[in-house]
């Protein structure tokens, strides 16, 4: 930062009774009013330097003799700096001060007609030698002509200051060899000799919102600096100005401390929003799903918050779990993760896919990026399930709000409603139906289906199916080694105890179910017997459990009808998934009748 020095006498400015004097042994003889201050000075130092004060000076009035320059831009602080330097009293002039010295000089006339080498011609010289050609003084005025922004367009300050900020921003990076802010846990100036190619970033995004626009918009004229530059520098931007939606859910306190006044925070967010680069991948997905979130947050329109959905549903492929992560600002919500953020973006997306004409190879390429999106949204599910205030129904919602063809497999599936069923131990039978109806049987791997299948969390709907497509597909493809078998299932229970961090509560578990293990065996092809056994008590379970809700209604009003009566007379309805052939379906049905 350079300075300017003009002057040598020492301050001799005090006041007295609420006036503002010099120390002088030469009685004052012109009052000034500035703004809310009253200065006694002195005319034959003052009037041969201010054209306005000889103007002024002439018409005064005697009842009245004080001038009043109240208008005069900058206030008390800048007349001062002028007045001092009619009296030769030394004053400091840099980036911070120059502006508003410089209308103050201005509204003074203290031009070079007035007098020769006067204020505003050493002033012009400080300005174009010194500030412009620095890096750090050119931002740094700029940020002070926000103050006076009228001035600043009429005496071209903010144009001549964005002009060589813009100059030096497109200069090559092994061009720049003034000083910069540049903040990165990752880079040390000292053993890092090349200059990045984002070392401006910082410094510009001190500056208020109009004055960074106006340097991205002529950044962005130029088509010299890359698309995903502007990016980082928004990226930054708004890590300045934004709120921090990443880490825990924000508090009304919080939010009204980021907001100097109503609304500012949102007309950063909305105008970032606008200028985005329309280039694909100018942002990282982690920055989109960021500001969706502080503009949910914010209660942004609904424009901005559609459009940064649109772009985040264009670039979903890219994201990890890590980015879609973020606490819901809901305050309706008990849940952790902000769930409805996500599920947004994936139902964006899959209407995206659904417009893709069937065929083509534009299709194809869909088809593997709707793969991808599907595996995200699993690993993202095996994250939220952790939570324990997550109803059933936001998991699956979101699972299903990824197409079918989108989850080729369903194993990363059972992952995560394995992990939810552990972390939810007192979810109810229907609850617990309706999350296991997501999963498809078929679509298991072997190890998964030997897993599932020894599972005690999972309804024993859910196993005894996943038994039948193991023997399906054991019988069609020529069956599988017990011992083969068994090393699938524990090399995925390994898997899936490495994915919840439970490795001793999986052996314990494991131990524990071993007398369950004996009874869902899998059965071999011949092995029909077994099959109907797991029918006959798949059966009995529902019928138990809906006498047991029957008997619980007829409690409450007082009829109690004996429950193993109910289950007699209760006509028995066989899964359509279980029988091989509607005949053996219609036995099962008949012998359950019987019992």
């Not at 007295?16 to 000034?32: G, W």
């Not at 004080?66 to 005069?72: G, Q």
């Not at 694909?280 to 914010?298: D, E, H, K, W």
């Not at 809901?330 to 004409?357: A, C, I, K, M, N």
Request: proline content about 5%; hydrophobic content about 35%; overall charge neutral.
């Amino acid at each position: 930062m350079k300075f300017m020095k003009l002057g040598s006498r020492p301050d001799s400015f005090y006041t007295e009774a609420a006036t503002r004097t010099v120390a002088s042994e030469v009685p004052a003889d012109l009052i000034l009013r500035a703004k809310n201050t009253v200065y006694h000075l002195h005319k034959f130092l003052l009037l041969p330097k201010c054209g306005l004060l000889q103007q002024l000076c002439i018409n005064v009035d005697k009842d009245d003799p004080a001038v009043d320059i109240s208008d005069i831009p900058g206030g008390e602080d800048a007349f001062e700096l002028c007045a001092k330097y009619c009296y030769g009293i030394s004053i400091n002039l840099s980036a911070h001060n120059f502006f508003l010295a410089f209308c103050a000089a201005k509204y003074l006339r203290m031009t070079e007609l007035v007098e020769k080498g006067n204020l505003l011609v050493k002033l012009e010289a400080f300005f174009n030698s010194c500030i412009l050609e620095g890096w750090k003084d050119s931002v740094a005025t700029l940020q002070t002509t926000s103050l006076l922004a009228a001035w600043s367009d009429n005496l071209g300050i903010a144009r001549r200051c964005i002009d060589a900020i813009v100059e030096k921003i497109l200069a090559a990076p092994n061009k720049v060899t003034w000083s910069f802010t540049y903040s990165r846990p990752d880079y040390n100036k000292k053993q890092q000799q090349a200059v990045p190619r984002d070392w401006w970033t910082e410094d510009v995004s001190d500056l208020d919102l109009d004055l960074f626009r106006c340097i991205i918009t002529a950044i962005r004229s130029t088509n010299v600096i890359p698309p995903q530059l502007i990016g980082e520098a928004l990226h930054v931007y708004a890590c300045r100005w934004l709120p921090d939606t990443t880490k825990a859910r924000l508090t009304d306190n919080s939010a009204s401390q980021s907001d100097e006044f109503p609304g500012k925070s949102k007309r950063i967010l909305e105008a970032i929003v606008g200028m985005i680069p329309a280039e694909p991948r100018s942002v990282s997905i982690r920055f989109l799903f960021r500001l969706l979130s502080i503009a949910n947050y914010l209660s942004a329109s609904q424009p901005t918050r559609a459009e940064l959905i649109r772009r985040c549903s264009h670039q979903l492929a890219e994201a990890a779990a890590s980015d879609l992560v973020f606490p819901s600002q809901s305050s309706r919500d008990e849940h952790f993760y902000d769930v409805d953020l996500v599920q947004s973006v994936t139902e964006s997306f899959g209407v995206l896919w659904r417009r893709q004409p069937p065929g083509s190879k534009e299709m194809e390429e869909a088809t593997r990026t709707i793969r991808r999106v599907g595996k995200l949204v699993d690993s993202y599910l095996q994250v939220i399930s952790k939570d324990a205030n997550l109803p059933v129904s936001k998991l699956v919602s979101l699972a299903e709000s990824v197409p079918e063809v989108g989850r080729p497999e369903h194993d990363d599936l059972y992952k995560a409603i394995n992990i939810f069923l552990k972390e939810h131990p007192d979810l109810s039978k229907s609850e617990k139906k309706d999350l296991c109806r997501i999963l498809d049987g078929q679509k298991l791997s072997p190890a998964a289906r030997a897993h599932a299948i020894k599972n005690e969390r999972l309804p024993l709907r859910t196993v005894v199916q996943v038994l039948y497509f193991d023997q399906e597909k054991g019988s069609s493809g020529g069956g599988k080694s017990k011992s083969m078998k068994s090393h699938e299932a524990s090399d995925f229970k390994g898997k899936e105890i490495r994915a919840t961090g439970g490795g001793e509560e999986g052996r314990r578990r494991g131990a524990s179910s071993k007398g369950r293990t004996a009874t869902v065996t899998p059965p071999t092809p011949d092995s029909s017997k077994l099959e109907d056994e797991f029918e006959k008590k798949l059966v009995m379970e529902e019928e138990v459990e809906e006498a047991e809700e029957v008997e619980e209604e007829e409690l409450m009003t007082g009829d109690a009808t004996p429950m193993s009566t109910r289950v007699k007379s209760k006509p028995v309805k066989m899964p359509a998934t279980m029988g091989r052939s509607r005949s053996r379906s219609d036995q099962g049905s008949h012998k359950g009748g019987d019992r």
